[in-house]
């Protein structure tokens, strides 16, 4: 029986010295640029496997501002847990990585579908992560 349930995968909006860091993978269009993403790992928190993927694929260290929101992506089965990231530093690209670009975040731009979504709430709250009551 296969029950066809989600993977869980983590999004990060990286702030990285007051812009807004956006990469391209290696197999990517030329221009396609989005978020870091990947999948979240047994026994980590969202929180642990966000920074983390920020470490692996950005080569940085970052904090955690605040959740953003949580997101279906139908096309690919997944469920987005997206985090607004803070980090600083030099950044090295890891292996999965072809490029990165930095972007004023009035200038940034959300896309229709996947980690746009969290772009663009995180647009729509002024650059702020949910409100989630306890």
Known sequence: MQWGNPTPVVAAIIEHEGQVLLARGKNWPEKMFALVTGFLEAGESAEQGVLREVKEEVGLEGEVVSLV???????????????????????????ELAAYK?????????????????????????????????
């Open 69 to 95: 929101g949580v997101y279906p992506f139908e096309l690919r089965n997944e469920l987005i847990i997206a985090f607004h990231v803070r980090t600083a530093g030099p950044i090295t690209l890891g292996d």
């Open 102 to 134: 930095l972007i004023p975040k009035e200038k940034l731009k959300a896309w229709p579908m996947g980690t746009g979504l969290a772009v663009q709430a995180w647009i729509d709250r002024g650059f702020k992560g949910a409100n989630i009551a306890p």
